[in-house]
C-alpha cells in the first residue's frame, strides 16, 4: 500500500512567517517555502493552500526516508504536537531542498539575463553598422 506524507511547518524568519511544505511520495521529499506576511491564523494558512495548490513550486525530489507511525494515544499525539509547536526551524532535508531550488533559480536568472544581454549588444552593433554605412552614401 502506497502512503504519502506532507506536513506544513509555519515557524517565524525574520521579518515575515515563512511556511515550509513538505510530501514524501514514494520515498522522495519535495519542499514548498511559502511566505506569510504577518502570522496567519490557521484557517487562513488552510485557505492559501486550497487557492494556491497548484501555483506551489516544489523543489525537485530528494531521496527520504519514509516513516511509517503506527496508531497512537491521543494523550501523546497532543504531547507531540505540543513538543513540535515549540521547537524552531526547518529539518535539514528540507532546508537542502529549498536551498537547491534557489539555486536552480538562481541559474535559470543568470542564463537568461546573459542571454538578453547577448542580444541586445548584437542589435546594437547592427544599428552601429547600419548608421556607418549610412554616412558613406557616395564613395
Keep these: 500500500m ?6 506544513l511547518t509555519v515557524y517565524f524568519e525574520n521579518p515575515f512567517w515563512v511556511g515550509v511544505y ?24 488552510y485557505e492559501y493552500l486550497n487557492h494556491n495548490w497548484y501555483s506551489l513550486q516544489f523543489s525537485k525530489p530528494v531521496q527520504a526516508e519514509m516513516k511509517f507511525e503506527k496508531k497512537i494515544n491521543p494523550k501523546r499525539m497532543q504531547r507531540q ?19 537547491n531550488q534557489q ?8 542564463k537568461q539575463s546573459s542571454l538578453e544581454r547577448k542580444q541586445r549588444r548584437e542589435k546594437q552593433f547592427l544599428l552601429k553598422q547600419i548608421k556607418r554605412k549610412s554616412k558613406h552614401r557616395g564613395h
Design 103 to 110: 539555486e536552480e533559480g538562481k541559474l535559470a536568472r543568470k
Design 2 to 7: 502506497e502512503k504519502i506524507q506532507s506536513k
Design 81 to 99: 504536537v505540543k513538543k513540535q509547536t515549540q521547537t524552531i526551524g526547518v529539518g535539514t532535508k528540507s532546508q537542502q531542498a529549498i536551498k
Design 22 to 45: 513538505e510530501i514524501i511520495d514514494n520515498g522522495n521529499l519535495e519542499v514548498c517555502k511559502i511566505t506569510f506576511g504577518s502570522e496567519p491564523k490557521d484557517y487562513e494558512v
